[in-house]
């Protein structure tokens, strides 16, 4: 099942989210290799507000890889993913430039 935990995360920057990205991976939460699969986030940096979505079993499992990561969630919602695919990368994507912010 697909999960998105909404963060009010004031003062967050894309940094952080490479953070937890970083911490993911080393806990085997970016490769699939766990019950819960960390997908990635959506920064909306003016707003204080991120987005990260997770697959797993349940919401419990989720809640409790999201505090792991020490990913501030508010609000963990069940999601039906509407459009292609998920992308699935074998290696690095490049990174966005700063938003200078």
């Given at each position: ?63 409790q890889a999201s505090e792991w990561l020490g ?31």
């Open positions: 099942m697909l999960y998105a935990a909404k963060c009010y995360w004031p003062g967050v920057t894309q940094a952080d989210l490479e953070q937890v990205t970083e911490r993911a991976g080393r806990a085997g939460l970016a490769s699939g290799s766990n019950s819960v699969t960390y997908l990635g986030s959506l920064l909306f940096a003016d707003d204080d507000l991120v987005l990260c979505l997770f697959q797993g079993p349940s919401r419990a499992a989720v809640i990913i501030p969630c508010e609000r963990l919602m069940h999601l039906a993913w509407l459009g292609p695919a998920l992308p699935v990368h074998e290696e690095t994507p490049p990174r966005s430039p700063p938003s200078g912010r």
